[in-house]
């Protein structure tokens, strides 16, 4: 009796959640995801966050860190 208590509310969960509440297999967990995006990028196509890769930085902005991390151990140093 409790076990199917248990089965139907596992059901019901996974209605709620659409699927979300499984275990993932090796494939899923290596995309680095949550089963509740993989679910969204299944069945509703909302691929809208999906991660952003940056392949090239700006030299500018490279220059800019390395002032601000040399500015920032110089504050230290003389703290």
């Not at 199917?4 to 297999?25: D, I, P, S, Y």
Request: aromatic share 6%; glycine share 6%.
């Amino acid at each position: 009796m409790y076990g199917m208590m248990q089965l139907q509310r596992k059901v019901k969960v996974e209605k709620f959640f659409g699927g979300a509440n499984h275990k993932q297999t090796r494939e899923e967990a290596a995309l680095g995801v949550s089963n509740e995006e993989l679910t969204f990028r299944e069945k509703l196509g909302d691929n809208r966050r999906n991660p952003i890769v940056v392949t090239d930085v700006p030299q500018e902005f490279v220059e800019e860190m390395k002032a601000a991390q040399t500015a920032a151990k110089a504050k230290e140093e003389n703290a």
